[in-house]
């Protein structure tokens, strides 16, 4: 079955710092992987993807993430966070040959001024 | 920019009545998305559309839950008679044939009392 999971309910980082989001995937076949922020009253909006091709993808708001096959992740990371970086981070995978997307449980970011 | 658009923001109805939730998908897009997100956890799949039908459907769809595409702009979900636990954020999603970005709406919050 396809999961994906994000071990960080909550991540914290000062404004400048790097900062990375976790995201641990498990499905059959090829993944889409696809990050999503979510800020508050708002819907999702589309950060990333990875289908295939280079590894490090790279996104809006200067936001990238790095596939892993081998250690199934696909983590986010920005190299220096803002304050208005803060909100509900959510990683989702869907099967290449399926309609639907799975998202992981998501991940609250604070960046502190 | 073109947006999914969502109507009602919020939703307040009694258990036992049917509601139905609008949603304007982004207009050259085909394939369309209802999920869930109950408060405080993740993203769920209900069902996704395309070419009219159903194209796939998750365990919370059940008989309660139908989708319908009433003429070329709208994409709405019903759901027949509503429990206290149908209480959740409700997202419409859209995207093109040729690509597999989802593009969100804002989200319809439904409250069951």
Request: proline share 4%; with cysteine; aromatic share 14%.
């Amino acid at each position: 079955a396809q999961s994906v999971a994000q071990p960080e309910d909550q991540v914290n980082v000062a404004e400048g710092n790097p900062l990375t989001v976790k995201c641990t995937y498990s499905v059959s076949g090829n993944p889409y992987l696809f990050w999503y922020v979510q800020y508050p009253n708002r819907g999702l909006q589309f950060l990333l993807k990875y289908i295939t091709g280079d590894n490090l993808v790279k996104g809006s708001y200067g936001f990238e993430a790095e596939f892993n096959k081998s250690q199934t992740s696909f983590h986010l990371k920005k190299p220096s966070a803002l304050v208005s970086d803060s909100a509900l981070y959510f990683c989702a995978v869907r099967d290449l040959g399926g309609f639907k997307t799975i998202f992981g449980a998501g991940t609250r970011l604070f960046v502190k001024a | 920019e073109p947006e999914v658009t969502q109507t009602p923001s919020h939703q307040v109805t009694q258990m036992g009545q049917e509601v139905i939730l609008r949603c304007v998908p982004i207009s050259n897009h085909l394939y369309f998305y209802w999920y869930r997100q109950i408060l405080g956890q993740k993203v769920e799949f209900l069902v996704s559309f395309y070419n009219n039908e159903i194209s796939e459907k998750s365990e919370i769809f059940d008989d309660q839950f139908s989708v319908e595409r009433p003429d070329g702009s709208n994409f709405t979900l019903k759901i027949r008679s509503t429990k206290l636990e149908d209480s959740a954020m409700y997202f419409c999603a859209s995207r093109r044939e040729s690509t597999d970005t989802q593009y969100f709406g804002p989200g319809t919050r439904l409250t069951v009392l």
